[in-house]
């Protein structure tokens, strides 16, 4: 599937967010990529990981898959 600056973008059992990161270079500014996990453990890892590479279009969510 390939992915297209502007779009959003969900990724389900997203982790520690490496999925995430790799679309959210494909999007670019003008798009949106949301991460969902359901450990807590995971979600702060992914924040953190995205706050540390300075990701500005990625936000992780809590649901269950």
């Keep these: 599937m390939q992915i297209y ?28 990529v949301i991460g969902i996990d359901m450990t807590e453990k995971m979600l702060e890892k992914a924040r953190t990981n995205a706050v540390n590479s300075r990701y500005t279009n990625v936000e992780f969510k809590k649901g269950d898959i």
């Design 5 to 32: 600056e502007g779009e959003v973008v969900v990724d389900i059992g997203s982790g520690g967010g490496i999925d995430v990161f790799l679309s959210a270079n494909k999007v670019k500014a003008s798009g949106k």
